[in-house]
């Protein structure tokens, strides 16, 4: 198990073991491609840009509309990124494979 002392992630593998992590260490390791995993973005995280854009996530994965028009949630984005962009807020958000 890792357990990082200033931890702010909790992973879960395939076999059920969980790791406390630092969100930015698996960046900075290159273990952040989930692309095609389910992901939490747009649902519990949202950017607004500075046209009032509103994105899943910082990563800007998918345009759910505009504030000052009409935009809504989506809970079932899939992540199209091959890797996070080094954001933690997007690096904390849950995410899922897609056969779970």
Do not use: P
């Amino acid at each position: 198990m890792i357990k990082h002392d200033n931890y702010n992630c909790k992973i879960t593998t395939d076999d059920g073991q969980e790791h406390l992590v630092y969100a930015n260490w698996m960046h900075n390791e290159g273990l952040d491609n989930w692309k095609g995993y389910r992901c939490d973005a747009g649902h519990t995280n949202f950017h607004i840009d500075k046209n009032f854009d509103v994105w899943s996530g910082t990563c800007h994965n998918n345009l759910l509309g505009n504030i000052l028009g009409e935009w809504s949630i989506k809970t079932d984005t899939i992540c199209e990124r091959e890797t996070c962009i080094g954001c933690t807020d997007d690096l904390i958000t849950k995410k899922y494979h897609n056969d779970i």
